[in-house]
């Protein structure tokens, strides 16, 4: 059997690696409740990926409040 030689892809539009890909500039899409998108946009991978801990930094502290106002709530109603 012939072995078939594989070209470079150099000329790829993009290159993606979980939500972070390369398209002329690195970016990382996040998507929101209701199907919404959040794009973050960057220079350098590095940034991107930090943008985007960030940002999913703060969502965890979001869900973490919420969380904790439900289990007042919760505890509120039981004591009575």
């Known amino acids: 059997m012939a072995e078939i030689e594989h070209e470079p892809q150099n000329d790829l539009i993009y290159h993606t690696e979980g939500p972070i890909y390369q398209d002329g500039v690195w970016v990382a899409q996040i998507t929101l409740k209701e199907q919404k998108s959040e794009m973050l946009q960057s220079q350098t991978k590095e940034e991107v990926q930090e943008q985007m801990l960030h940002f999913l930094g703060q969502q965890a502290l979001e869900i973490e409040k919420a ?3 439900l289990r007042k ?4 109603t039981s004591e009575k």
């Open 73 to 76: 709530s919760f505890e509120s």
């Open 67 to 69: 969380r904790i106002l």
